[in-house]
């Protein structure tokens, strides 16, 4: 099993729709987790971290479920600019910042 | 702003030759990362440094080296280029929180 599982999508969605990804980790002793957003052919930038009572920022909702061991966002009202790749990252409990990369999931949203 | 600078954004080199890759950052950030991204496989760590000449390994150290001799410099050095060293070399770098903030990358290809 990999460490930090995204479904890669793509995942095609008129704008204005509610979209929603899911990330699993394998580590159940993990301790920080992120989202990045990633555009094509550009290096990686942070979106928002994830706070296990759940947080939200515009649009965007980050959500922890250390029970089942997964971390979700929800973007609502998807705009054309959205289109990215959005990487799932986590951070062991190992305290030497080996922050551990998903292969991320695509997100197309359609006019 | 943190800008983190990375010395080319695409390289081509021929098998044998050694290559060096740099990155810089304007931060003083104590922790800087070189990752690979390959398509399907996500960000793999390299190398990272927490200080100056200090450096550890991460998931796929093998057939590279680095360098740290000051705070906002970071070196990946291929000792001897392989065409299975083809890819999106990405720095970054991180200061008192956990955020990481990448460089623009270099493609190198490797023939």
């Known amino acids: 099993r990999k460490e930090v599982e995204q479904d890669p999508g793509p995942f095609n969605v008129p704008e204005g729709a509610t979209v929603a990804f899911n990330c699993t980790y394998s580590?159940?002793?993990?301790?920080?987790f992120f989202w990045y957003r990633q555009d094509c052919r550009k290096e990686p930038k942070l979106l928002m971290s994830v706070y296990s009572s759940g947080n939200e920022d515009g649009r965007f909702t980050a959500q922890l479920n250390r029970a089942s061991q997964y971390i979700s966002l929800l973007i609502r009202d998807s705009k054309l600019s959205d289109s990215a790749t959005y990487l799932c990252?986590?951070?062991?409990?190992?305290?030497?910042?080996?922050?551990?990369f998903g292969t991320g999931t695509r997100l197309k949203v359609l006019a | 702003d943190v800008k983190v600078t990375q010395s080319s954004r695409y390289l081509v080199k021929r098998t044998g030759e050694k290559v060096f890759l740099e990155c810089v950052q304007d931060?003083?950030?104590?922790?800087m990362f070189w990752y690979r991204q390959d398509p399907g496989l996500g960000l793999r760590l390299i190398y990272f440094?927490?200080?100056?000449?200090?450096?550890e390994k991460g998931d796929i150290p093998e057939g590279y080296s680095v360098s740290r001799e000051k705070k906002e410099r970071f070196s990946l050095i291929l000792e001897s280029a392989s065409t299975n060293q083809t890819s999106m070399y990405l720095c970054?770098?991180?200061?008192?929180?956990?955020?990481?903030?990448f460089g623009p990358g270099t493609r190198l290809t490797v023939l």
């Open positions: 931060m003083d950030h104590e922790n």
């Open positions: 990252v986590v951070n062991p409990p190992s305290g030497t910042y080996k922050y551990i």
């Open positions: 580590n159940s002793a993990s301790q920080s």
């Open positions: 440094s927490y200080d100056v000449k200090m450096k």
């Open positions: 970054a770098s991180t200061g008192g929180g956990e955020t990481q903030y």
